[in-house]
């Protein structure tokens, strides 16, 4: 069955240090991985995406993820957090088939900088 | 500038009653998308369509119905058979093959 799993409902960091939000997932094929921030009372909004290419991506707001294939990851992380990052952050993977551009969401982690 | 539009932002429900859902896109995107949001359960589907007068259920249909009658518009209706409708109800639209969703703000549905 696909799925996409975070782990942490809430991850708590200090302003200036780097910041990880755990996600793994499991799907047939080749994965299709995005990880969304949502505001309070807000849609979500696109961070980034991993389709092929280097692991490493970078996306908005200067954070980036990691694809490791190997263990099924796609952890999202930022060297320096900043308190305004304190929001809901959701990782998804593309579902199968891909006849469709459906997408399968994580629960969300919590993500709070604290000053 | 273009994006998806969600209204209304709040919306109060009496026992008994449907209620819509309006989502319009300026996109030009194919697909649209209904989720529904409940702290702790993350998102999960309600209904997508993929193309004009064509629409799937996704894992929660039960209780709602949608349209898809014009490209841009995608209407949800919750209807007196959903038991649990209050929730946080989020549209998206993306463009296939383009990998991806846009997502409205949301609607906050509270039965009273």
């Known amino acids: 069955a696909q799925s996409v799993a975070q782990p942490e409902d809430q991850v708590n960091v200090a302003e200036g240090n780097p910041l990880t939000v755990k996600c793994t997932y499991s799907v047939s094929g080749n994965p299709y991985l995005f990880w969304y921030v949502q505001y309070p009372n807000r849609g979500l909004q696109f961070l980034l995406k991993?389709?092929?290419?280097?692991?490493l991506v970078k996306g908005s707001y200067g954070f980036e993820a990691e694809f490791n294939k190997s263990q099924t990851s796609f952890h999202l992380k930022k060297p320096s957090a900043l308190v305004s990052d304190s929001a809901l952050y959701f990782c998804a993977v593309r579902a199968t088939p891909y006849n469709t551009d459906k997408l399968i969401f994580g629960t969300g982690t919590r993500l709070q900088v604290f000053p | 500038d273009g994006g998806i539009t969600q209204s209304p932002k709040y919306l109060f429900r009496k026992e008994g009653q449907n209620v819509t859902l309006s989502c319009e896109q300026n996109l030009n995107h194919d697909a649209m998308y209904w989720y529904r949001q409940d702290p702790g359960q993350g998102l999960r589907l309600i209904y997508y369509s993929q193309i004009v007068n064509d629409f799937q259920k996704g894992d929660i249909a039960e209780g709602y119905s949608v349209s898809r009658e014009k490209k841009e518009s995608f209407p949800l209706t919750v209807t007196s058979a959903q038991k649990n409708p209050t929730a946080f109800y989020l549209c998206?639209?993306?463009?296939?093959?383009?990998?991806?969703?846009?997502f409205g703000s949301g609607t906050r549905l509270t039965v009273v």
């Open positions: 998206a639209s993306s463009n296939l093959g383009r990998y991806g969703y846009t």
């Open positions: 991993y389709i092929t290419g280097d692991n």
